[in-house]
């Protein structure tokens, strides 16, 4: 008989974590995603050519394209717990690039504020990068995103290392949180959105100390291998039988019907 399909991956039949697989792992997946990413750039350019970005266009340009590298940033570091929370091994191939996306955004914020914000004065840049704290702090988080996107290539693995390239980019989510921090010091008073961002950043790092490992049961239950912290029993091949007789029966775990008797 066929075996039945798990009922939360599958309504009426359809194996949707195929169907999303199928969908994710097709020649068409990259080019869309990497189109829907440039969508908040082309708006927001829309809405400066326009005029509706209101009295203070160049700010407002500023916190946008710094908003989305920190929202590129969650998404990128979302993916592996979606991928173990639901089986979808395919959301995997996007990782490295809504990772870029978050470094290019990040490099549209400062060269935004830089350009157009305080027109390539680099001494009244460095004061303020002295001078507030939030400025130093987003300045921290660009700087390990930019190492981060230096060695995202698979040259630059393998000149590094499998060792040292992990270490280096385990360092994403001390990106993650220094940019939490600048958006939190950066709005004034306490609001409720850079509060949510900080929630989510910390619960990503959390999912990776703990319930990972949850995780990585369920995937060894569905490659049909055992959980991470159960013991093998070794049991003893069954002895050959004599001519003439029939072979012994044994149970699946090696165990004879004498002995549990």
């Known amino acids: ?3 039945p399909l798990s009922p939360e991956a599958t309504v ?3 194996d949707f974590r195929a169907a999303a697989n199928a969908a994710l792992g097709s020649r068409w997946a990259k080019p869309a995603v990497f189109t829907l990413a440039l969508v908040p750039l082309v708006w927001t350019v829309w809405l400066a050519y326009t005029g509706e970005l209101g009295a203070e266009p160049v700010l407002e340009s500023v916190k946008a394209s710094g908003l989305w590298a920190l929202r590129f940033l969650l998404i990128a570091l979302a993916l592996t717990p979606l991928r173990m929370l ?8 996007f990782r490295r690039m809504l990772g870029l996306f978050a470094f290019f955004y990040a490099l549209v914020h400062l060269s935004t504020y830089v350009g157009l914000d305080q027109f390539f004065d680099w001494a009244a840049i460095w004061k303020e990068i002295v001078k507030r704290p939030y400025i130093t702090v987003g300045m921290g988080a660009f700087l390990i995103l930019t190492a981060l996107a230096a060695t995202s290539t698979d040259g630059m693995l393998k000149r590094l290392g499998g060792k040292r390239w992990r270490a280096l980019h385990r360092c994403v989510f001390v990106a993650g949180l220094a940019g939490c921090l600048h958006f939190i010091m950066l709005v004034k008073g306490w609001q409720t959105a850079p509060l949510v961002y900080a929630l989510i950043c910390i619960g990503l790092l959390a999912f990776r100390r703990w319930p990972i490992r949850l995780g990585r049961r369920k995937d060894a239950r569905q490659a049909g291998t055992a959980p991470v912290g159960t013991t093998s029993v070794r049991t003893r091949p069954a002895a050959a039988p004599r001519s003439g007789e029939a072979p012994a029966r044994h149970f699946p775990d090696g165990s004879s019907p004498a002995r549990r008797s």
């Open 86 to 93: 639901t089986g979808v091994a395919g959301l995997a191939r």
């Open 1 to 3: 008989m066929p075996t």
């Open 12 to 14: 009426r039949g359809v």
